[in-house]
């Protein structure tokens, strides 16, 4: 569950801190028309990047806010390529381009970028993966079923990047060369803020597969949601969702505002907590965090293990603990007993396993599939506990529940 890579000569991963993409924006059909950048002063705005603490820069020529004019490919390149020989050899950061077309990534990678940024996912262009593969250059790809960033949840999120990735393998792209992008935004009608806050939220599922994530979450819609204002007066928003980003395990903030990101990813990186690792010899052993049964799986297919295995299995691999309150005794310890005949534990007080109190709380231990055997089986009990089975049910539901969790 490491993630520990070399980036174009910039150490990514865990272990270090997380570093700072500057958005260099060269399309006027942009959402955000303060971020606009004239052809004349990239340099100089390139250079005040770096030096306020950005290790990648990120140009992009062509607008993909839905509302934006469409362009064509020439005109793309025109934007591009002069942009690329006035920053080369005079820039110390990594270059990447924002495109979705692969002759626009060939003519880039030929004059001197080292990324690719394709917020298609290789949708928009199948060849891409050739052009990425042959030039064995690293690649941003951000999650996209049809068009770009339409998975709506983390559940979609996660499927469709698993896509990506073989994909990518399978048309000759190296594993190490690909980095993550959840597609936070409203990249599509359907998509709602509440989805970018479920995906913010879960941010750390996206750890399941140990590779880079890119979080690009600058002056968002999901923010103007939040904060009622507009892109203009969406700094402060952007810097509490990157604090949370790099917390929950973002390797690189995508930011229109440098200098400012800098500070709170640093801090925030300096919050977050280490990965636990031990290595001897040839030998080692790593915390797996797994949240929902779904990423256990693709954490067994991803070690080998058959579809058929892991579906088996990915709802032992969850383990959960309950406080149920206000038990009589007497139900509490029928709780007890159930849970233990199938494996799990049920704490409570002392008092109760001596029947010297008539009501308690008790606190029940357990995987996914300990509770629901357990609550199948209250369901044919006496007194209260069919209740009980229905409650625990519901709670363990509401875990994942997208509107139980952000429209309550």
């Known amino acids: 569950m490491v993630v520990d890579t070399d980036i174009c000569g910039i150490k990514v991963g865990d272990r270090y801190p997380a570093h700072v993409m500057g958005i260099i924006n060269l399309s006027p059909e942009s959402f955000y028309e303060n971020s606009i950048v004239s052809p004349d002063s990239v340099l100089e705005i390139a250079l005040k990047m770096v030096e306020d603490g950005a290790t990648f820069l990120d140009l992009g020529a062509r607008s993909t806010w839905r509302f934006s004019k469409p362009i064509s490919r020439k005109e793309e390149l025109e934007r591009i390529l002069p942009v690329l020989e006035a920053l080369k050899g005079n820039v110390d950061a990594v270059i990447s381009v924002d495109t ?56 979609s999120i996660i499927e469709t990047l698993d896509s990506i990735i073989q994909a990518a393998e399978a048309g000759g792209i190296k594993p190490e060369k690909l980095i993550l992008d959840p597609a936070i935004g409203r990249w599509t009608d359907e998509k709602l803020p509440i989805y970018d806050f479920e995906t913010l939220d879960d941010f750390e599922r996206l750890k399941i597969f140990e590779k880079p994530l890119l979080a690009a979450l600058s002056r968002k819609s999901f923010i103007g949601e939040v904060l009622e204002k507009p892109a203009s007066e969406r700094l402060y928003g952007s810097l509490a969702a990157a604090a949370i980003a790099v917390y929950k395990g973002a390797h690189i903030i995508r930011t229109h505002d440098v200098p400012e990101t800098f500070d709170v990813v640093k801090l925030s990186g300096a919050l977050r907590s280490r990965p636990s690792v031990v290595k001897e010899g040839r030998y080692e052993v790593s915390v797996l965090e797994v949240k929902t049964p779904q990423d256990a799986a693709m954490a067994m297919r991803n070690l080998g293990a058959t579809g058929i295995g892991s579906q088996v299995m990915q709802n032992k691999s969850i383990h959960l603990m309950l406080k149920i309150r206000n038990l009589t005794t007497t139900e509490a310890l029928i709780i007890k007993q159930e849970m233990l005949a199938r494996g799990g534990d049920t704490a409570l007080t002392r008092d109760a396993v001596s029947h010297e109190t008539e009501m308690t709380d008790v606190l029940v231990m357990g995987t996914l599939l300990q509770f629901e055997r357990l609550a199948k089986k209250l369901e044919g009990q006496a007194r209260s506990l069919p209740l009980i089975s229905e409650l625990i049910r519901e709670c363990i539901a509401n875990r994942s529940d997208l509107e139980y969790r952000y429209l309550r």
């Open 100 to 155: 979705m077309f692969s002759e626009i990534a060939e003519e880039a990678l030929k004059r001197g970028a080292e990324i690719i940024n394709d917020v298609s996912g290789f949708t928009a262009d199948p060849r891409m993966i050739n052009v990425v593969a042959d030039y064995g250059c690293p690649v941003v790809v951000m999650a996209s079923n049809k068009i770009p960033g339409d998975p709506l949840g983390m559940d």
